[in-house]
């Protein structure tokens, strides 16, 4: 590209501070919508136990015609750990979306789970961090809460360990082993069966539940199990709320 | 000759400016930050220069010698400290900040070195003021440009015809000026066009060498070519100065010679290295196999290979072989037909599948969507900005496989131009348009996603038109996607319908998730995905297709849409790897 100075700077090594590839991104979107996962009493499966209708939100910057209510609430705050997430690398797309020109690198590294930040569920937060009360906090007017529905419940078997940690899929769908359509408030024991060590992601296709924009996509909310075999049987040791950034 | 250096050395110091500028462009984006960035550092460097060299001992003029002696060294050594910052594997524990600074670094030490430059000058021609005459030419074209400036700024300034104060510092500074504009000329017009940036750091290198050499050859006392006697001016330096200028010298002039080689050497050092900072760690190697650059963009073929510990998912057998354009992906093996399916396949499921249908194809200069658009057998009408690159794959071993010479496609009609050139200058009206672009990875495409372009768009589509393009996924570059969308919508384009392509890489017998399309369209829904209408892909993947369905084009709150004067840099993203900071 030909191209000449067109810009006289006012100079001074001040300038370099706040101007040079500082990372503003916003954090992952506030929601409620899966309550727990559990292994089944055999511990061959998964039970999953979404929230009740009408305790069931996400938040979002959409503008739609809801009857939302504006700002962010407590339930995904960051429960003020400061914990470093520099243990955390992020990792290349690769898991299984695989066209390269517009799936980027996100992803965990190895290990940075009992430091990662948490969801008032407990969850480990993907991408979560001290910074997003800020952000919150400076973006109230854009952020609204809207009611949803969970039009598709997914379940896959992510991979082992060391595939989790090369290949992470970041967040969004992926190719799921299992799908509930319109699932209700019950419990849902899933169909997974010889539930093995590694990654499972449990997805909810959430939509708008109500007013004008009832139905609309507003994408997938995710949880990354790991499960681990123990002395006492199999165990979901890690769990990963993985959201896409609001 | 001391104004003749002037101008050389003000040539390199400014043509260093731009190098650098455009450098950390490539490296961290963001072309007006780092050219403003860049040119206020160096400024203020100067300055810093200019008020040290209060130190200097002024009758020793072999200071000037080793300040082009330095900065000869500096500026190359400074170019290749930059690219290694950006591929070493450096502690995670270093802030970002910090990598920032110390890339700026070299601008910051030529800038104070080439602050030295003026003052020295000026202190030797002042003592040199008077002791010389120059040719009787120079003499006459000075009378002849002294009269009309005068005549000139009598009008509107205070003058005196006589010998004032500013003689001095007046031809010197506008030596150093013209130095500057040649500079900028000769890095714009010959340099960067015709060597590329890597060759040219080294080539502006030499004529740092060459001018210390010059000034040695005329001033030294002990290396001086002219009697001792017809100088005011005399220095003398050590013989391993001398040496060291003649050998940096030596190498500068060898690399300048084979700069196609130094720079496919560079080039594939720091592209390799940025293709692998796009995976995990280790995971996957990357290897160069051919590289060229064209007017408008750099052309990369390269062999990815799969490192990693774990089952590869991203292709299948030991290697896969990719084009990029820049630093954006283009495509590779084990994608490449899902890829065009998606983008040619499934819309054409919705139009006539004859020349009655009017397709306007956006880029494609590899010819592949013009192919799968020939299977269709639709009318098309192709424009990409770069004809080399396209006269370059119609004959690349590698593309042939893909686009079996769809250039020759009767229905074919190719528009080397500017798409906004293209736009503004037609009426015809399109059925479909595809998108067959780069990546978002830099400023330069910016205008690429902008309100203007769509609005440009929707203005060329014909009752039941749409358009369609690949995009980035949402949940990985979700400011990006969410500033697209905005900028989609604000063009006018209310609906869209959101799709994936699908394919099996690593040949496992399972489809997976490829790359997202989405069709927009300013006249409300449009006919949906017809997968009878289809190809075998679409067929194949029918219960997929048939569920996808037309909806409003997502409107965010709190971000602006890009546009051509008023850019919203979110749109530009970052691919690599990088490590979450507190």
Known sequence: ????????????????????????????????????????????????????????????????????????????????????????????????????????ATGRGSGGYSSAPRTANG????????????????????????????????????????????????????????????????????SVQELQPGWYRVGANIVVAEGPDEGTDLGWECIDLRVEQTVDGKEITERWKVSPRI | MLHGIACIVALCSFAYELVYSELLTVMYGGTVTQYGLTIGLFFSSLGVGSFLVRHFDDAQHSNFFRTEVYLALVAPVGFLFILWLNTAALPQVLPNGMVQIAARLPVVVVGVLSGFELPLLLSMVQTEAGSTSPPGWVKRLGRVVENGSYRLLSVVFHTDRESTEYDTYSTVLAMDYLGGLFGALVYVFVLYPRLGLIPSVFVLALLNCLAAILFVARFSDRWGITSTGDRVINFREHRAMLVACLLLTAVYAGVSVQHQAVDDELTGYYMESLIEDEHPQDTVSASITDQYTTRNQQVIRYE???DGESENQLFAGESDTCLRLDSAIQLCDSWADSYHH??????????????????????????????????????????????????????SEFLEQYHNDAYEYDHLTVYQQDIYTYLQGTDREYDLVLLDLPGAKSDDLLHLYSVEFYSMLADRLSDDGVVVT?????????????????????????????????????????????????????????????????????????????????????????????????????????????????
């Open chain 1, 1 to 104: 590209m030909l191209r000449t100075s067109s810009i006289v700077a006012t100079g001074g090594l001040t300038a370099i501070a706040g101007c040079i590839g500082s990372n503003n991104e916003p954090p992952p979107r506030k929601s409620n919508v899966i309550d727990n996962i559990e292994l089944s009493a055999d511990g061959t499966t998964l039970r999953i136990d979404p929230f009740a209708e009408s305790n069931r939100w996400v938040q979002s910057r959409r503008d739609l015609e809801v009857n939302a209510s504006a700002g962010p609430t407590n339930q995904t705050r960051d429960n003020g750990s400061t914990a470093s997430l520099s243990a955390l690398s992020k990792l290349s797309p690769v898991g299984t979306a695989r066209a390269a020109k517009g799936r980027g």
């Open chain 1, 123 to 190: 969850r480990a937060w993907f991408w979560g961090g001290s910074y997003t009360n800020g952000w919150y906090d400076d973006h109230d007017d854009e952020v609204s809460q809207y009611p949803v529905d969970i039009a598709t419940l997914g379940v896959a078997y992510i991979g082992s360990n060391a595939r989790f940690e090369e290949q992470d899929p970041g967040p969004g769908p992926i190719n799921w082993d299992d799908t509930y359509d319109s699932p209700t408030d019950a419990e849902i024991e899933t």
């Open chain 2, 304 to 306: 990815r290979s799969w």
């Open chain 2, 342 to 395: 998606g983008l040619v396949d499934v819309p054409m499921t919705m139009y006539e599948n004859s020349t009655e249908t009017d397709v306007l194809l956006v880029g494609g200069g590899d010819w592949i969507a013009a192919n799968y658009l020939r299977d269709h057998g639709v009318s098309v009408d192709q424009v990409d900005l770069d004809g080399e690159f396209m006269e370059r794959t119609k004959h």
């Open chain 2, 470 to 582: 690949w995009g980035y996924s949402g949940y990985t570059y979700g400011p990006h996607n969410k500033a697209y969308m905005n900028t989609v919508r604000e063009a006018g384009f209310d609906h869209r319908m959101a799709y994936y392509a699908y394919n099996d890489p690593d040949a496992d017998g399972t489809d997976q998730l490829g790359e997202r399309f989405f069709m927009f369209s300013p006249d409300g829904p449009q006919s949906t995905i017809t997968p009878p209408n289809g190809t075998d892909y679409v067929r194949n993947h029918s219960e997929k297709y048939r569920a996808v369905d037309w909806s409003e084009t997502p409107q965010y709150a709190g971000i602006e849409p890009n546009s051509v004067f008023d850019p919203n840099y979110e749109l530009i993203v970052e691919t690599r790897v990088k490590t979450e900071k507190q």
